[in-house]
């Protein structure tokens, strides 16, 4: 049974910094994309960052040059590594991997994912 844990959420300063961990269990996925996507409050989920496991990666045009995503194949883990935080970056931060043929094509569509983490909470204040 795959399993997706998501850590590192919490409240931050505006300015500040965080990083997220995503440990994934039950499945190897050194070869599928990770990605991380967000939803705030009355809003669709969103893409934020995506990493193939070659380490070719993908952003959304918000976070360009304030987030990095990366992974640790050897630990199954994706992170975000969070800087310049603003409070339009508050949302409920979800990891998540692709499976089945194109599992190691970049995608910013929630729909391409298909095991999701239940989530951490980034709050950032003004």
């Known amino acids: 049974q795959v399993q997706l844990v998501e850590s590192g959420g919490g409240l931050v300063q505006a300015g500040g910094s965080l990083r997220l961990s995503c440990a994934a269990s039950?499945?190897?996925?050194?070869?599928?994309?990770m990605g991380w996507f967000r939803q705030a409050p009355g809003k669709e989920r969103e893409f934020v960052a995506a990493?193939?496991?070659?380490?070719?990666?993908n952003y959304a045009d918000s976070v360009k040059g304030r987030f990095t995503i990366s992974r640790d194949n050897a630990k199954n883990t994706v992170y975000l590594q969070m800087n310049s935080l603003k409070p339009e970056d508050t949302a409920v931060y979800y990891c998540?991997?692709?499976?089945?043929?194109?599992?190691?094509?970049?995608?910013?569509?929630?729909?391409?994912?298909?095991?999701w983490g239940r989530g951490t909470q980034v709050t950032v204040s003004s």
């Open positions: 990493v193939t496991g070659g380490g070719s990666t």
């Open positions: 039950g499945r190897t996925f050194s070869s599928n994309v």
């Open positions: 998540a991997v692709r499976s089945g043929t194109f599992s190691y094509i970049l995608s910013s569509d929630r729909r391409m994912y298909d095991y």
